[in-house]
């Protein structure tokens, strides 16, 4: 749906079912989507806490930080899809401040890793800085991204601004030294 189509559409009045508060529990990361302003940056917050999660588990043998990314991305891919155009029918508004499940999907794109070790937090708070830059500007391909429809529209172009972070990131970790 477009906003223009979603502007003659009136979002319910009906009270919201249990499976309505489930799907608005995703999409907002447990509420982080309803902060009253910045509700993308208060999203991003709630990754970098899911990736802070991880960190005792960091050492175990079983444990690859970049596989459990690219699991992260596949599943809030997934699910933020599929949601996309309920959020948009329920809220009444092509990509709605609550939906920060797209912000998940960004960050730990641009966390991801291909070889051993867990982001130190200077990675982390620079990822979370460079990643809400490319989100708020949206460099090619991202705003063209935003156009498509219901899911991918809200999820893809936030996964084109973790991809540019990613390569930041990576470039810093490189050139810093970082682990």
Known sequence: MTQRELEGHVPSTAPATFLDRCKAAIISCAGFGYAPVASGTFGTVGAM???????????????????????????SLAVGVALGGWAERFYGKKDPKPFVLDEL?????????????????KEMVVAFFVFRLFDVIKPPPGRQLEQLPRGWGIMLDDLAAGIYTWMFVSALRWYCAWP
């Open 49 to 75: 806490l899911l990736v802070m999660a991880l960190w005792p588990i960091r050492n175990e043998s079983w444990f690859h930080f970049g596989g459990a990314m690219v699991v992260f991305c596949v599943v």
């Open 105 to 121: 999907l960004g960050y730990f794109a641009a966390l991801f890793r291909t070889g051993e070790g867990f982001p130190g937090w």
